[in-house]
């Protein structure tokens, strides 16, 4: 394997790797959160929140450019 090979691979393994966990107690119940440079989770009151920014991100753009899209047309009629 090629050195800019192994880098990515050890980049993606450590994006997995949770570098905050948090447990807090707040009025009626407790929080954990769980955070990673790939990924998140949070607990509260029996709701699990799952969030990964790169989807959310790309979602976010793909958005923007139909958004664009629609002006563009508007705007040429």
Not at 23 to 40: C, D, K, M, T, Y
Not at 62 to 77: A, N
Request: glycine share 6%.
């Amino acid at each position: 394997m090629l050195v800019s090979e192994q880098v990515i691979w050890v980049s993606v393994l450590l994006g997995f790797i949770p570098y905050i966990i948090k447990w807090q107690q707040i009025r009626g119940g407790h929080v954990l959160e769980v955070r990673a440079l790939f990924w998140s989770v949070q607990y509260t009151s029996r709701q699990w929140t799952i969030r990964i920014p790169l989807i959310e991100r790309l979602r976010h753009v793909i958005w923007m450019v139909i958004l664009q899209l629609r002006e563009g047309e508007h705007s040429q009629e």
